[in-house]
Protein backbone atom coordinates (compact mmCIF):
# COMPACT_ATOMS: atom_id res chain seq x y z
CA UNK A 1 0.00 0.00 0.00
CA UNK A 2 1.58 3.35 -1.19
CA UNK A 3 1.43 5.89 0.91
CA UNK A 4 1.00 8.93 -1.28
CA UNK A 5 1.53 12.35 0.31
CA UNK A 6 -0.36 15.56 -0.67
CA UNK A 7 0.48 16.76 -4.05
CA UNK A 8 1.94 20.38 -3.90
CA UNK A 9 -0.73 22.89 -5.57
CA UNK A 10 -0.19 23.79 -9.22
CA UNK A 11 1.22 27.34 -9.33
CA UNK A 12 -0.61 29.12 -11.99
CA UNK A 13 1.53 30.29 -15.08
CA UNK A 14 2.23 34.15 -14.56
CA UNK A 15 2.14 36.28 -17.73
CA UNK A 16 4.75 38.67 -18.00
CA UNK A 17 4.52 41.77 -20.21
CA UNK A 18 7.14 41.81 -23.21
CA UNK A 19 9.79 43.96 -23.29
CA UNK A 20 9.33 47.50 -25.27
CA UNK A 21 11.64 47.93 -27.85
CA UNK A 22 13.34 51.46 -28.21
CA UNK A 23 12.48 53.47 -31.02
CA UNK A 24 15.61 53.69 -31.99
CA UNK A 25 18.57 50.92 -30.72
CA UNK A 26 22.16 51.97 -29.30
CA UNK A 27 23.39 49.71 -31.58
CA UNK A 28 22.39 50.94 -34.85
CA UNK A 29 23.52 55.03 -34.73
CA UNK A 30 20.73 57.58 -35.82
CA UNK A 31 21.74 58.66 -39.68
CA UNK A 32 22.02 62.82 -39.01
CA UNK A 33 20.15 64.49 -41.81
CA UNK A 34 21.97 67.43 -43.71
CA UNK A 35 20.93 70.77 -42.97
CA UNK A 36 20.85 71.79 -46.34
CA UNK A 37 17.95 69.64 -48.47
CA UNK A 38 19.98 70.66 -51.78
CA UNK A 39 23.26 69.46 -50.13
CA UNK A 40 21.73 66.29 -49.77
CA UNK A 41 20.37 65.40 -53.23
CA UNK A 42 23.67 66.88 -54.55
CA UNK A 43 25.09 64.01 -52.54
CA UNK A 44 23.02 61.19 -53.78
CA UNK A 45 23.36 62.17 -57.34
CA UNK A 46 26.98 62.74 -57.87
CA UNK A 47 27.72 59.50 -55.96
CA UNK A 48 25.47 57.70 -57.89
CA UNK A 49 27.27 58.52 -60.99
CA UNK A 50 30.85 57.45 -59.44
CA UNK A 51 32.50 55.77 -56.77
CA UNK A 52 35.25 57.76 -56.49
CA UNK A 53 33.34 61.09 -56.78
CA UNK A 54 31.15 59.30 -53.50
CA UNK A 55 33.98 58.83 -51.46
CA UNK A 56 35.32 62.45 -52.54
CA UNK A 57 32.21 64.21 -51.54
CA UNK A 58 31.83 61.56 -47.79
CA UNK A 59 35.43 63.23 -46.92
CA UNK A 60 33.89 66.61 -47.66
CA UNK A 61 31.28 65.56 -46.07
CA UNK A 62 32.62 64.70 -42.98
CA UNK A 63 34.35 67.65 -42.42
CA UNK A 64 31.64 69.70 -40.20
CA UNK A 65 30.59 71.18 -37.35
CA UNK A 66 27.40 70.23 -35.25
CA UNK A 67 25.81 72.41 -32.66
CA UNK A 68 22.74 70.05 -30.79
CA UNK A 69 20.81 68.83 -33.79
CA UNK A 70 22.37 71.74 -36.12
CA UNK A 71 25.08 69.52 -38.37
CA UNK A 72 26.69 71.73 -40.89
CA UNK A 73 29.49 70.59 -43.15
CA UNK A 74 31.70 71.73 -45.81
CA UNK A 75 30.12 70.25 -48.73
CA UNK A 76 26.83 72.16 -47.52
CA UNK A 77 28.69 75.24 -47.49
CA UNK A 78 30.04 74.39 -50.84
CA UNK A 79 26.42 73.73 -52.25
CA UNK A 80 25.51 76.73 -50.29
CA UNK A 81 27.87 78.85 -52.17
CA UNK A 82 27.05 77.23 -55.59
CA UNK A 83 23.45 78.10 -55.56
CA UNK A 84 23.99 81.30 -54.20
CA UNK A 85 26.45 82.29 -57.16
CA UNK A 86 24.21 80.67 -59.40
CA UNK A 87 21.27 82.65 -58.37
CA UNK A 88 22.57 85.91 -58.31
CA UNK A 89 24.19 85.29 -62.10
CA UNK A 90 20.73 84.16 -63.19
CA UNK A 91 18.97 86.76 -61.94
CA UNK A 92 21.31 89.57 -63.30
CA UNK A 93 21.53 87.27 -66.64
CA UNK A 94 17.63 87.73 -66.37
CA UNK A 95 17.38 92.07 -65.75
CA UNK A 96 19.66 92.56 -67.88
CA UNK A 97 17.91 90.65 -70.98
CA UNK A 98 14.71 92.39 -69.69
CA UNK A 99 16.40 95.61 -69.91
CA UNK A 100 16.98 94.96 -73.38
CA UNK A 101 13.81 93.67 -74.50
CA UNK A 102 11.91 96.94 -72.77
CA UNK A 103 14.61 99.08 -74.71
CA UNK A 104 12.87 97.96 -77.73
CA UNK A 105 9.49 98.62 -77.06
CA UNK A 106 9.20 101.81 -79.39
CA UNK A 107 5.91 102.42 -77.91
CA UNK A 108 7.22 103.15 -74.78
CA UNK A 109 8.32 107.14 -74.04
CA UNK A 110 11.98 107.26 -72.09
CA UNK A 111 9.93 107.52 -68.49
CA UNK A 112 7.74 104.58 -68.91
CA UNK A 113 10.78 102.36 -70.38
CA UNK A 114 12.44 103.12 -66.80
CA UNK A 115 9.52 102.45 -64.87
CA UNK A 116 8.84 98.89 -66.51
CA UNK A 117 12.64 97.89 -66.55
CA UNK A 118 12.75 98.89 -63.05
CA UNK A 119 9.45 96.65 -61.87
CA UNK A 120 10.75 93.75 -64.19
CA UNK A 121 14.23 93.91 -61.96
CA UNK A 122 12.36 94.03 -58.85
CA UNK A 123 10.55 91.38 -59.67
CA UNK A 124 13.46 88.94 -61.22
CA UNK A 125 15.29 89.72 -58.04
CA UNK A 126 12.46 88.48 -56.09
CA UNK A 127 11.79 85.73 -57.94
CA UNK A 128 15.17 84.77 -57.88
CA UNK A 129 15.25 85.01 -54.02
CA UNK A 130 12.31 82.62 -53.78
CA UNK A 131 14.24 80.02 -56.00
CA UNK A 132 17.19 79.52 -53.74
CA UNK A 133 14.83 79.13 -50.98
CA UNK A 134 13.54 76.70 -52.41
CA UNK A 135 16.76 75.24 -53.73
CA UNK A 136 18.40 75.08 -50.69
CA UNK A 137 15.00 73.64 -48.74
CA UNK A 138 15.03 76.31 -46.45
CA UNK A 139 11.56 76.27 -44.44
CA UNK A 140 9.84 80.06 -44.83
CA UNK A 141 8.32 79.72 -41.30
CA UNK A 142 11.74 79.21 -39.79
CA UNK A 143 12.46 82.94 -41.07
CA UNK A 144 9.83 84.29 -39.24
CA UNK A 145 12.15 85.37 -36.27
CA UNK A 146 14.89 86.50 -39.38
CA UNK A 147 11.81 88.21 -41.17
CA UNK A 148 10.64 89.95 -37.76
CA UNK A 149 14.66 91.51 -37.20
CA UNK A 150 14.35 92.51 -41.39
CA UNK A 151 10.99 94.32 -40.66
CA UNK A 152 13.05 96.31 -38.06
CA UNK A 153 15.72 96.61 -39.99
CA UNK A 154 13.60 98.55 -42.50
CA UNK A 155 12.12 100.18 -40.30
CA UNK A 156 14.85 102.18 -38.80
CA UNK A 157 18.33 102.20 -40.67
CA UNK A 158 16.59 101.59 -44.57
CA UNK A 159 13.66 103.68 -44.08
CA UNK A 160 15.43 106.26 -46.42
CA UNK A 161 16.80 103.84 -48.86
CA UNK A 162 13.16 101.83 -49.13
CA UNK A 163 11.56 104.94 -49.08
CA UNK A 164 13.72 106.73 -51.81
CA UNK A 165 12.71 103.32 -54.17
CA UNK A 166 9.39 104.28 -53.58
CA UNK A 167 9.71 107.81 -54.26
CA UNK A 168 11.62 106.93 -57.53
CA UNK A 169 8.74 104.60 -58.86
CA UNK A 170 6.13 106.95 -58.27
CA UNK A 171 7.87 110.02 -59.96
CA UNK A 172 8.27 107.97 -62.95
CA UNK A 173 4.39 106.53 -62.80
CA UNK A 174 3.30 110.38 -62.76
CA UNK A 175 5.28 111.35 -65.18
CA UNK A 176 6.49 114.52 -63.33
CA UNK A 177 9.67 114.42 -63.68
CA UNK A 178 11.68 112.28 -66.08
CA UNK A 179 14.99 112.16 -67.74
CA UNK A 180 15.66 114.74 -69.84
CA UNK A 181 13.82 117.25 -68.03
CA UNK A 182 15.49 120.31 -67.21
CA UNK A 183 14.77 121.41 -63.45
CA UNK A 184 15.73 124.16 -61.45
CA UNK A 185 18.82 123.06 -58.33
CA UNK A 186 20.31 125.04 -55.17
CA UNK A 187 23.83 123.86 -53.96
CA UNK A 188 24.25 124.32 -50.22
CA UNK A 189 25.35 128.24 -50.58
CA UNK A 190 21.73 128.77 -51.99
CA UNK A 191 22.62 129.39 -55.52
CA UNK A 192 20.50 128.09 -58.06
CA UNK A 193 21.59 127.04 -61.22
CA UNK A 194 19.43 124.81 -63.57
CA UNK A 195 20.66 121.00 -65.02
CA UNK A 196 18.84 118.42 -67.25
CA UNK A 197 18.25 114.89 -65.47
CA UNK A 198 20.40 112.44 -66.84
CA UNK A 199 19.08 109.20 -64.99
CA UNK A 200 16.22 108.46 -62.43
CA UNK A 201 18.11 105.64 -59.84
CA UNK A 202 17.05 103.22 -56.92
CA UNK A 203 18.16 106.25 -54.43
CA UNK A 204 18.80 109.78 -56.21
CA UNK A 205 18.07 111.56 -59.29
CA UNK A 206 21.42 112.65 -61.51
CA UNK A 207 20.73 116.23 -62.22
CA UNK A 208 23.70 117.52 -64.54
CA UNK A 209 24.44 121.23 -64.43
CA UNK A 210 26.12 123.27 -67.57
CA UNK A 211 28.95 123.16 -66.10
CA UNK A 212 29.27 119.66 -65.99
CA UNK A 213 28.32 119.73 -62.12
CA UNK A 214 26.56 116.66 -61.08
CA UNK A 215 23.88 116.59 -58.16
CA UNK A 216 22.69 113.88 -56.91
CA UNK A 217 19.17 114.51 -55.19
CA UNK A 218 17.19 111.96 -53.21
CA UNK A 219 14.07 110.63 -54.89
CA UNK A 220 12.10 111.39 -51.56
CA UNK A 221 13.16 115.10 -51.80
CA UNK A 222 12.19 115.90 -55.37
CA UNK A 223 8.94 114.13 -54.46
CA UNK A 224 8.02 116.19 -51.61
CA UNK A 225 9.82 119.55 -52.02
CA UNK A 226 8.51 122.17 -54.60
CA UNK A 227 10.88 121.46 -57.77
CA UNK A 228 10.88 124.14 -60.75
CA UNK A 229 10.70 122.05 -63.78
CA UNK A 230 10.93 124.07 -66.87
CA UNK A 231 10.31 121.28 -69.35
CA UNK A 232 7.04 119.51 -67.39
CA UNK A 233 4.21 120.26 -69.96
CA UNK A 234 6.56 122.32 -72.64
CA UNK A 235 10.34 122.71 -73.13
CA UNK A 236 9.35 126.38 -74.50
CA UNK A 237 11.60 128.89 -71.92
CA UNK A 238 11.33 132.48 -71.53
CA UNK A 239 14.71 134.52 -70.50
CA UNK A 240 15.01 138.16 -70.09
CA UNK A 241 17.93 140.10 -71.33
CA UNK A 242 17.90 143.68 -69.61
CA UNK A 243 19.35 146.95 -71.40
CA UNK A 244 19.54 150.37 -70.42
CA UNK A 245 20.42 153.32 -72.81
CA UNK A 246 21.10 157.13 -72.74
CA UNK A 247 17.95 159.78 -72.05
CA UNK A 248 18.81 161.34 -75.24
CA UNK A 249 18.91 158.00 -77.41
CA UNK A 250 15.95 156.90 -79.92
CA UNK A 251 13.60 155.00 -78.23
CA UNK A 252 12.11 154.12 -80.88
CA UNK A 253 15.42 152.54 -83.14
CA UNK A 254 16.62 151.75 -79.59
CA UNK A 255 13.47 149.13 -79.41
CA UNK A 256 13.94 148.49 -83.21
CA UNK A 257 17.79 147.10 -82.53
CA UNK A 258 16.49 145.15 -79.48
CA UNK A 259 14.64 143.40 -81.97
CA UNK A 260 17.00 142.64 -84.33
CA UNK A 261 19.53 141.58 -81.86
CA UNK A 262 17.03 138.95 -80.46
CA UNK A 263 16.36 137.71 -84.05
CA UNK A 264 19.74 137.07 -84.97
CA UNK A 265 20.41 134.65 -82.54
CA UNK A 266 19.62 131.12 -83.99
CA UNK A 267 18.35 129.56 -80.97
CA UNK A 268 15.51 132.10 -80.04
CA UNK A 269 11.92 131.30 -81.58
CA UNK A 270 10.22 133.44 -84.34
CA UNK A 271 6.67 132.30 -82.39
CA UNK A 272 6.28 133.36 -80.43
CA UNK A 273 8.23 136.36 -81.14
CA UNK A 274 11.08 138.55 -79.24
CA UNK A 275 9.71 141.79 -77.66
CA UNK A 276 10.49 144.66 -75.80
CA UNK A 277 9.61 146.12 -72.39
CA UNK A 278 10.27 149.07 -71.12
CA UNK A 279 10.87 148.38 -67.01
CA UNK A 280 11.96 151.55 -65.26
CA UNK A 281 13.72 154.78 -65.41
CA UNK A 282 16.92 154.13 -64.10
CA UNK A 283 19.26 156.60 -62.72
CA UNK A 284 21.56 157.15 -65.04
CA UNK A 285 19.86 154.88 -68.03
CA UNK A 286 16.29 154.09 -69.51
CA UNK A 287 16.20 150.27 -68.82
CA UNK A 288 14.53 147.69 -71.36
CA UNK A 289 14.12 144.02 -70.68
CA UNK A 290 14.36 142.06 -73.63
CA UNK A 291 12.01 138.70 -73.96
CA UNK A 292 12.94 136.11 -76.11
CA UNK A 293 12.36 132.10 -76.18
CA UNK A 294 14.06 129.49 -76.49
CA UNK A 295 13.23 125.60 -76.34
CA UNK A 296 16.47 124.08 -76.17
CA UNK A 297 17.38 125.28 -72.15
CA UNK A 298 19.63 121.93 -71.51
CA UNK A 299 21.76 123.64 -74.08
CA UNK A 300 22.07 126.73 -71.83
CA UNK A 301 20.36 130.32 -71.52
CA UNK A 302 23.36 132.42 -70.40
CA UNK A 303 24.93 132.05 -73.95
CA UNK A 304 22.02 133.19 -75.77
CA UNK A 305 22.20 136.25 -73.96
CA UNK A 306 25.55 136.58 -74.50
CA UNK A 307 24.93 136.29 -77.92
CA UNK A 308 22.30 139.05 -78.13
CA UNK A 309 24.15 141.34 -75.77
CA UNK A 310 27.30 141.42 -78.67
CA UNK A 311 24.84 141.74 -81.21
CA UNK A 312 23.37 144.56 -79.75
CA UNK A 313 26.82 146.44 -79.02
CA UNK A 314 27.57 146.97 -82.52
CA UNK A 315 24.21 147.82 -83.59
CA UNK A 316 24.18 150.34 -80.66
CA UNK A 317 27.47 151.39 -81.81
CA UNK A 318 26.94 151.68 -85.65
CA UNK A 319 22.90 153.55 -84.73
CA UNK A 320 24.99 156.43 -82.29
CA UNK A 321 22.68 155.07 -79.67
CA UNK A 322 24.85 156.10 -76.47
CA UNK A 323 25.17 153.01 -73.92
CA UNK A 324 25.51 155.48 -70.49
CA UNK A 325 27.60 154.61 -67.15
CA UNK A 326 27.48 156.08 -64.29
CA UNK A 327 28.32 159.92 -63.74
CA UNK A 328 28.82 162.28 -60.69
CA UNK A 329 29.40 165.80 -59.74
CA UNK A 330 31.97 166.68 -57.09
CA UNK A 331 31.22 169.44 -55.37
CA UNK A 332 33.57 170.58 -52.57
CA UNK A 333 32.88 173.08 -49.58
CA UNK A 334 35.29 176.21 -49.20
CA UNK A 335 37.35 175.85 -46.25
CA UNK A 336 40.60 176.87 -44.22
CA UNK A 337 42.36 173.52 -44.43
CA UNK A 338 41.21 173.11 -48.55
CA UNK A 339 42.63 176.62 -49.22
CA UNK A 340 45.97 175.65 -47.36
CA UNK A 341 46.04 172.62 -49.19
CA UNK A 342 45.73 174.37 -52.71
CA UNK A 343 47.98 177.02 -51.80
CA UNK A 344 51.20 174.13 -51.01
CA UNK A 345 50.05 172.50 -54.50
CA UNK A 346 50.39 175.60 -56.31
CA UNK A 347 53.87 176.75 -54.48
CA UNK A 348 55.34 172.83 -55.16
CA UNK A 349 54.52 173.38 -59.15
CA UNK A 350 56.21 176.79 -59.51
CA UNK A 351 60.10 175.53 -58.52
CA UNK A 352 58.96 172.60 -60.47
CA UNK A 353 57.84 175.09 -63.72
CA UNK A 354 60.72 177.50 -62.90
CA UNK A 355 63.39 174.65 -63.33
CA UNK A 356 61.83 173.93 -67.16
CA UNK A 357 62.60 177.11 -67.91
Not at 184 to 198: K, M, P, W
Request: proline share 5%; with cysteine.
Amino acid sequence: MNVQGPTPPTAEPTTEAAPVEPAWSLAEPVEEESSVAAAEGAKEALSSQSETVGSVIDTVDKVALSLGDFRISLFDVLIVSAVIVGVLVFAWFASRMARRLVKRMTRLDDAQQLLVEKIVTIIVWAAAFFIGIDLLGIDLTALAVFSGAFGLAIGFGLQKTFGNLIAGIILLMDRSIKPGDVIAVADLAGNESFGQIRKIGIRAVSVTTRDQREYLIPNENLMINQVENWSYSSKNVRMQVPVGVSYEADMKLAEKLMLEAARSSDRVLSAPPPTVWMSEYGDNSVNFVIHCWIKDPEEGVGNVRSAVLKKLWWLFKDNGIEIPFPQRDIHLRGSDQLERLVELLAERREPQSGAKD
